[in-house]
Nanobody, 120 residues
Framework: QVQLVESGGGLVQSGGSLRLSCVAS????????MAWYRQNPGKERELVAE???????NYADSVKGRFTISRDNAKNTVYLRMNSLKPEDTAVYFC??????????????WGQGTQVTVSS
């Protein structure tokens, strides 16, 4: 079992910046991917960015060049630095981890979400 606790959301003006943090605790296997998703009411949850334990990253096209995902494996923490924020970035942001105890088994866990609101 893995628990995820997010922090860092809030209200920011368009063009501003925020940094989200997510601390994972519990049984965290070395083969894992940590990610940030976001969701607005009535819409599907979408991937924002993800990063494997060895540093491979993937970003949604809408955030490339503005958002940066990073992680501190020693602290089991993932960060999302969000620059040049736009009103359309407004959403609840969820931390996610997928752990793979074996190559054929994967478990997925979610945080409770943190609200990011960008005012125009």
């Amino acid at each position: 079992q893995v628990q995820l606790v997010e922090s860092g959301g809030g209200l920011v003006q368009s063009g501003g910046s925020l940094r989200l943090s997510c601390v994972a605790s519990g049984t965290i296997f070395s083969d894992n991917t940590m990610a940030w998703y976001r969701q607005n009411p009535g819409k599907e949850r979408e991937l924002v960015a993800e990063m494997t334990a060895v540093g491979n990253t993937n970003y949604a096209d809408s955030v490339k060049g503005r958002f940066t995902i990073s992680r501190d494996n020693a602290k089991n923490t993932v960060y999302l630095r969000m620059n040049s924020l736009k009103p359309e970035d407004t959403a609840v942001y969820f931390c996610n981890i997928r752990v793979r105890p074996t190559p054929m088994r994967e478990y997925e866990y979610w945080g409770q979400g943190t609200q990011v609101t960008v005012s125009s």
